[in-house]
């Protein structure tokens, strides 16, 4: 320290002091301790930093504090972002993905089918992946080890740069396909997420695909054509006149908007090998070689996609030849060639209504030929309304002229293909229930409330009929799981807990999606005591809450249920319990991770992909299931645990398996239907059953064994 009474001295550690106390100060500091100071820092504050200076900016670049940012974005542990870190150039580039696609994490719902499309989206491997839980029994197991179907809806992978890449799923005539896409938009508050179609401008050097009706087009046959009809028009006209005729997709015809989507999923459609069908997500980490192997899988999987998203594959069916599964192609579609498809199909009307009518008789012999028919006929109808019509529709009143013209939006630019749009959206809603349009294809996040000290039952909440919880019986080996989303209310002073019904794993839907299955009073307790002294294991039950309530009942039709008394007990190890006074019908909860439950799950086959993402179709029965015409005990069959449960007795039985000790005299007297029909309860038909009995045959016992069908 200088001397106080030399004024040089003085001025020089003045004149240090700046510096001393700046950026070298701050240069100075070790990396780990930057990278915590940064946890305190938003994204925008470390940018602008990185701006101040060169030094500045190479300590910005320090690879530990691009990973605390990573760490507070908080979708994943620090020890899976070690890992993904090998998907990507760096910790930058995995914190862009993980700030865009977190709005993404959560529970995403639709009013269709009625009982219940709830689409949780969760991390996977350097991706986001959306999971459609199937509405579905639980066996003996119960829910935290019998395993949950679902079914992949989308995928949202992260690239090396940390762009992002759309992958759609869907299922058609029995194959997986992904219909790659762009991420349009993700707004941090999103509550509303879109399947739509969005024209885009050509760039320098980007590959198009053609359509697959006109690939005798070479594309710079087309692409000349397009410039050609482009070269009386400078550059700046072009721009201006195309933004003048920019039509949102919302704004078109729910016809029109259907099928483009419908046309562009099948031109831009990439068939599922076995080496990318799954697995979509790594297991529980409790597992260790599972785990490993999961991740070795998921790396060289998202490896593939990566490639198809880029460059595209274009195969059949049938050919799932590995070296087939990547080839050139892309996943834009010239809009010119769908303008041609259009006209095509006008002109093949003639074709199809010709005189002997010969070819509308053949095409309507099958099921493809009737689709294929009104795919051109509809169409032709958009075509020839929205082209022959188009003077006299702008001449219309406002109130005729309420959807966009098909012909204005595909104007809009050079090529289309599907869009994934995340946006905030002003919706109403009743008792935590969104409010939905019926014509959107589109997914409605559910508001998901932390518990809290003073709300601590809010949350996602799962559970069956019956006590004890879980246990089946002989005439009902499996229970319909119920999914609700607890919520509080304040109205006049009065807190209010709100059940909100989001999944109903019935056979046929008894109560509307979104209605509230019960609504207590959290400060009015209840006197009532609890029916039973004891729980499944024999232990005693011990109350520690109770409150008065309501709970749904039957009422005035299937859309304005009536409610009656009940009480809402809490117990210990955390379950809940409602109990209706009259009926002494009781609802048994318990908080549920989805996550953890997903990743102990089965897969399931996808719908097709426009309803596999939103089903906007009315329906009270399990539009999910995998036996959609018998859905009376499709959940039964593929009750995972139940199921093998229940073969492995008809196995003992009928000789499969050698250990007949557990089987009683009377069992193995029986037929197996008749032994098949008690285990499954009255629900299912013979030809059910036999076909349950294939079934388990085959996945027990492969190609032996049949000689057990012909008894039946």
Not at 150 to 162: L, M, R, Y
Not at 254 to 277: A, K, P, Y
């Amino acid at each position: 320290m200088g001397n106080l009474n030399n004024p040089e001295e003085q001025i020089t550690d003045t004149a240090m002091l700046p510096e001393t106390c700046g950026s070298s100060l701050f240069l100075a500091l070790p990396d780990d301790v930057f990278a915590i100071i940064s946890r305190s820092l938003s994204l925008k504050d470390i940018c602008n930093l990185s701006r101040c200076c060169k030094s500045l900016s190479a300590l910005v670049a320090s690879e530990k504090i691009w990973l605390s940012q990573c760490d507070v974005v908080g979708i994943v542990p620090t020890r899976d972002l070690v890992e993904w870190r090998e998907g990507v150039v760096s910790y930058k580039a995995l914190c862009r993905f993980l700030v865009r696609v977190k709005p993404l994490i959560g529970i995403w719902v639709h009013q269709n089918p009625e009982l219940g499309n709830v689409v949780y989206v969760m991390p996977g491997f350097v991706s986001v992946v959306g999971c459609r839980i199937i509405p579905q029994e639980l066996g003996p197991l119960g829910i935290e080890d019998g395993p949950i179907l679902w079914a992949p809806v989308f995928e949202i992978i992260g690239d090396f740069d940390g762009s992002t890449t759309f992958l759609l799923h869907g299922r058609e005539k029995g194959c997986d396909f992904l219909y790659p896409g762009l991420v349009e938009s993700v707004e941090q508050n999103c509550n509303v997420l879109l399947l739509e179609v969005e024209p885009r401008e050509k760039r320098n050097g980007c590959k198009l695909l053609p359509s697959k009706s006109f690939t005798h087009h070479s594309t710079e046959e087309i692409s000349r054509k397009v410039c050609r009809s482009n070269s009386g028009l400078s550059r700046s006209q072009q721009v201006a006149g195309r933004n003048e005729a920019v039509v949102p997709f919302s704004r078109l015809a729910f016809g029109d908007r259907r099928t483009l989507l419908e046309t562009v999923t099948g031109q831009v459609r990439l068939m599922v090998t076995d080496s990318i069908r799954e697995p979509l997500f790594p297991r529980l980490r409790e597992a260790a070689e599972n785990f490993q192997k999961d991740l070795i899988l998921l790396l060289q999987r998202r490896s593939l996609l990566l490639q198809m998203y880029k460059f595209g594959s274009d195969h059949s069916c049938t050919d799932l030849n590995e070296s087939t599964a990547i080839s050139a192609g892309p996943i834009q579609l010239e809009l010119s060639d769908i303008r041609k498809s259009l006209d095509r199909s006008s002109s093949t009307s003639t074709s199809l209504n010709g005189d002997d009518g010969q070819t509308h008789g053949n095409n309507r012999k099958s099921i493809g030929g009737y689709f294929r028919a009104s795919i051109k006929q509809i169409l032709r109808k958009s075509s020839s309304l929205n082209g022959g019509r188009a003077m006299s529709r702008l001449n219309s009143s406002s109130g005729e002229n309420r959807h966009a013209l098909l012909h204005d939006f595909l104007n809009s630019g050079d090529t289309i293909g599907l869009t994934l749009h995340a946006t905030k959206m002003k919706l109403s809603a009743y008792r935590a229930w969104p409010n939905m349009h019926d014509t959107q294809f589109a997914l409605y996040k559910l508001p998901m409330r932390v518990p809290t000290e003073d709300q601590e039952y809010a949350g996602l909440w799962g559970g069956t009929f019956g006590w004890p919880p879980g246990r089946p019986t002989e005439d009902k080996p499996g229970k319909a799981l119920f999914f609700l989303l607890l919520s509080y209310e304040e109205t006049d002073g009065k807190r209010s807990l709100i059940a909100t019904k989001i999944l109903e794993g019935t056979h046929y839907v008894l109560h509307p999606n979104g209605s509230a299955m019960f609504i207590v009073n959290i400060d009015e307790p209840s006197l009532d005591p609890f029916p039973w002294d004891s729980d499944a294991d024999s232990h005693p039950v011990s109350v520690k809450h109770a409150f008065m309530g309501e709970g749904i009942a039957n009422g005035y039709g299937f859309r304005y249920p009536g409610s009656k008394p009940g009480s809402l007990f809490v117990i210990q190890n955390g379950l809940l319990a409602f109990i209706w006074k009259e009926s002494r019908a009781v609802l048994t909860l318990q908080r549920l991770n989805l996550q953890d439950l997903l990743k102990k799950g089965e897969q399931v086959p996808a719908l097709p992909p426009v309803a596999n993402f939103s089903y906007l179709t009315k329906s009270y029965s399990n539009v999910f299931a995998g036996f959609s015409n018998t859905s009376t005990c499709s959940s039964s069959l593929r009750a995972g645990a139940s199921l093998l449960l229940l073969v492995t007795r008809e196995c003992q039985v009928s000789g499969c398996f050698r250990d007949d000790k557990s089987v009683s005299p009377t069992q193995r007297g029986l037929s197996p239907y008749v032994r098949y029909k008690r285990l499954l309860g009255h629900s299912c038909t013979s030809a059910q059953v036999v076909l349950i009995l294939y079934r388990c045959e085959v996945e027990i016992e492969g190609k032996g064994k049949r000689k057990e069908m012909l008894c039946l």
